[in-house]
């Protein structure tokens, strides 16, 4: 149990999901009993009671052969994201279901009998995708196109419960009567349909289903009002499409919900992380559908993606996951290296294993863990950027691939990793696949891009120009960065002067991106000129604006992030509130404008500082993802305040980050830090003891939990001697309480119970009821143990009435001992 005397929260945190392995550490809170604990569950609503609409998001990467042209790209992820917003913002019954793969047979088995026996049968399919009068573009299995004929709709269709189809698709409701909309009515396969003459623009299309689904789910109206409900807000909003939907079949059509609540979103993808994705992926059919046959073929292990840096192999690896993240319902994790300012696999896998919700406490082993899990369940684990590993810790990446030579290759989990120049050892693992990207986007996905990038805000000359965008896309090879730096500097000093600097260009493309970054980075302002060299400084290569004024010590710099970010040279992310520095980027501003060394040093003390406070305010549980993104800058940020010798912020902000490392099961990082925090403390004096007594009382945790009980020992009885010295009784009171468990776990129990017994006077004294709940709670099992079960009962009962009272999660706990023994 983890002790912060210091705070106010009364935080329990439970790690793990099993409710006999999963340990309870809590901020200012005793533990009631080690390895014991339960996870509070949202339970899944009964969506029986829904308006269940399966939705079926086709975007086919090629044609029906990789070397057909492909279909007209469709943004599959907004395409979603918009509905899956509407719909939730109707805060109707609305059970909005994502199907994943968008394949044929997916399709049948979503529609087969078992779903309409359990009363879970979609009543609505709503698809979005390519049409034809003959039918509707599906995906096969490796996200090429796929014609499925109105024949082949019908049959599925028929007798699966379907009472609604919603095509969102051109030429489904074509006037000939040959379209899909009409003959799924026709044929009776659905009561009704709807569907659409000509292509519909994105925001029409969203405010008719989001006005469409609420008058069905909320408003109980019928098919035929909803329906002109949604056309007259067509009407009033986008009037060039409000003839566009096309309705057939019963007006009367009513999809009645059976009860009240919000909606449900599921959208196919499972459990783990991957990363945001700050822009629409474009082109890249073929470079697609090659990593998804490797993802699917049983006998391979690893798909290893080679290229020069800002070619676009991170943006290709997230999105071959999103689009093959069905086969891996284990999880998708995805680890940068890159992110990391030193790579340890240790680290990595914790990381790995924390994210995929592996129950672990201090001493497991988090090889083993993920070993068994990929064992047992397909899994998808991404390695990003893997050449900073082989070039600052060869060791590290060793380890780490010694832990995917013992990969289970029959278990279906895979292993993805981007790196730059190829890396042996990964490409001799076996069932290993290695795909170079060796080129940029082609032309035509190249001009897309670039005017994507030009349109927000406009650059004069480029922006809605497609044979300027064809132009200058085939200039830069396709390259993803070299288009982002010419674009974004070209919106600060016009795109005639690009154009000519882009006319220029000469020499392999490697040479060429290095050259476009240093003319971008000439034509910047003084101010973008003076920070890019502090960024560097930020491992996780990511930082927020605040830190970046830190490290460079002036307001200035916020000018200077704005020159940047609109220069191409730096991304912002404004879901996260946080800025980017690509790869390439920082490796040409570490060659060619380092910091001098006086400079650097008074930066990184600056940053330490920074840290120091922020993390004093995102120190709660609820602050845990924004420490997570800078998770590496902050204990590089320590370890220059412990070479500095600052030991006032080692002993504030290793203290502070204590929590979340230990949370975040980086436990023999928290060993370290805590180790130094007490050093600091040490040299503080004794101003500094009460910290030091908490600090030794985390760190001995940590040693219990790993089953190192002497030095446990040793460390709590440090931590209580300076706490009785300084008067700290309720930091007494909690130590001795842990003390006790280490003497009952080695079977002492006549010294746990001494122990205890101290520690209940203290708190009675104190007012401490949560305390002496636990306590209490804790002296019944010695009790129970050693055969006294009357006054075991008695101790559990007087807890329990307590732990009920405070609304305590423990209180189960308690009741189940007390079940137990009748």
């Not at 925001?203 to 008058?215: D, G, H, I, P, W």
């Not at 307001?555 to 912002?572: P, T, V």
């Amino acid at each position: 149990m983890k002790n912060d005397p210091s705070s106010q929260r009364d935080v329990t945190v439970v790690i793990g999901g099993d409710v006999t392995e999963s340990t309870i550490y809590a901020a200012g809170r005793d533990i009631i009993v080690p390895g014991a604990g339960a996870l509070a569950t949202l339970a899944r609503p009964d969506l029986r009671h829904y308006l269940r609409v399966l939705v079926i998001i086709a975007a086919p990467v090629t044609g029906e052969r990789e070397t057909d042209r492909p279909p007209v790209p469709l943004d599959a992820r907004a395409e979603w994201q918009n509905l899956a917003r509407v719909v939730r913002e109707s805060h109707a019954p609305i059970a909005l279901i994502r199907l994943t793969p968008p394949t044929p047979d997916a399709l049948r088995h979503a529609l087969g009998p078992r779903a309409r026996e359990q009363g879970y049968a979609p009543q609505v399919v709503h698809f979005i995708g390519h049409g034809e009068r003959q039918g509707l573009w599906f995906e096969d299995e490796w996200g090429r196109a796929r014609l499925w004929r109105r024949d082949k709709l019908v049959a599925a269709f028929r007798d699966s419960g379907v009472r609604l189809a919603v095509l969102n698709a051109c030429h489904s409701a074509t006037a000939d009567g040959l379209s899909v909309a009409e003959a799924l009515v026709r044929e009776g396969a659905v009561e009704a349909s709807i569907g659409h003459r000509r292509p519909v623009g994105d925001a029409a299309a969203v405010a008719f289903a989001a006005t469409l689904y609420s008058e069905l789910a909320a408003g109980g109206l019928p098919l035929g009002e909803a329906f002109e409900r949604a056309v007259a807000r067509l009407r009033r909003e986008h009037p060039d499409d409000a003839d566009n939907p096309r309705r057939f079949g019963a007006a009367d059509l009513a999809l009645e919900t059976a009860g009240r609540g919000e909606p449900v979103i599921e959208d196919g993808r499972p459990k783990g992380s991957l990363p945001t994705v700050a822009v629409r992926f474009f082109g890249r059919g073929p470079e697609l559908v090659r990593p998804s046959r490797h993802l699917g073929d049983p006998n391979r292990r690893a798909v290893v993606l080679t290229g020069i840096g800002g070619i676009g192999k991170s943006a290709l690896a997230v999105e071959a996951a999103h689009r093959n993240g069905w086969r891996f319902p284990g999880g998708m994790i995805c680890v940068s290296a890159r992110k990391m300012a030193e790579f340890r696999a240790d680290v990595v896998l914790a990381d790995l294993a924390h994210s995929l919700g592996l129950a672990q406490r201090p001493g497991d082993d988090p090889w083993a863990a993920l070993h068994d899990h990929c064992a047992r369940h397909p899994t998808l684990l991404i390695f990003d950027n893997l050449e900073t590993a082989a070039k600052k810790q060869p060791r590290e990446l060793a380890r780490l691939v010694e832990f995917l030579k013992g990969f289970p290759l029959d278990a279906g989990s895979k292993v993805l990793a981007t790196l730059r120049p190829p890396l042996p050892q990964l490409e001799e693992l076996p069932g290993a696949a290695s795909l170079g990207l060796t080129r940029g986007l082609d032309d035509e996905s190249a001009a897309r891009y670039v005017l994507f990038l030009a349109e927000k805000p406009p650059v004069k000359g480029l922006a809605g120009d497609p044979d300027e965008a064809m132009w200058l896309g085939g200039r830069l090879s396709g390259h993803p960065k070299m288009l982002e730096i010419v674009v974004g500097t070209a919106r600060r000093v016009g795109y005639k002067r690009a154009r000519e600097m882009a006319e220029g260009l000469s020499g392999p493309l490697a040479e060429r991106r290095d050259e476009i970054i240093e003319w971008s980075v000439e034509l910047l302002g003084s101010e973008g000129r003076r920070v890019l060299p502090y960024l560097p400084l930020f491992p996780a290569a990511s930082f927020t604006y605040d830190a970046v004024l830190a490290a460079c010590g002036g307001e200035w710099a916020g000018a200077g992030l704005d020159q940047l970010r609109d220069s191409g040279l730096i991304d912002y992310r404004e879901e996260a509130d946080r800025y980017e520095l690509h790869q390439t980027v920082m490796e040409w501003a570490e060659a060619r404008c380092p910091l001098g060394h006086a400079e650097a040093h008074a930066a990184r003390l600056r940053l330490a500082q920074h840290y120091r406070a922020w993390v004093d305010e995102h120190s709660g549980v609820e602050d845990y993802d924004a420490l997570e993104f800078d998770r590496e800058n902050i204990l590089a940020a320590l370890e220059w305040a412990y070479t500095a010798e600052d030991w006032d912020t080692i002993a504030d902000l290793a203290y502070r980050f204590d929590f979340f490392l230990d949370i975040r099961g980086f436990w023999k990082v928290d060993k370290l830090w805590l180790g130094r925090a007490i050093e600091a403390c040490e040299k503080l004096g004794s101003g500094r003891d009460r910290r030091r007594a908490t600090l030794l009382h985390n760190l001995a945790a940590i040693e219990a939990n790993q089953g190192r009980y002497d030095e446990a020992r040793k460390l709590y009885q440090r931590s209580a001697e300076i706490s009785e010295r300084l008067g700290d009784q309720l930091g007494l009171a909690r130590t001795l309480h842990q003390l006790a468990i280490i003497e009952a776990e080695q079977g002492r129990y006549d010294e746990a119970r001494k122990l205890y017994q101290r520690s209940l006077k203290i708190k009675e004294r104190l007012g401490d009821q949560r305390g002496l709940a636990a306590t209490k709670a804790m002296l019944g099992q010695i009790e129970k143990v050693e055969g006294n079960l009357a006054e075991a009962v008695r101790l559990w009962k007087e807890a329990l009435s307590t732990l009920e009272r405070l609304g305590s999660p423990d209180a189960a706990t308690v009741r189940k001992w007390l079940e137990e023994v009748g």
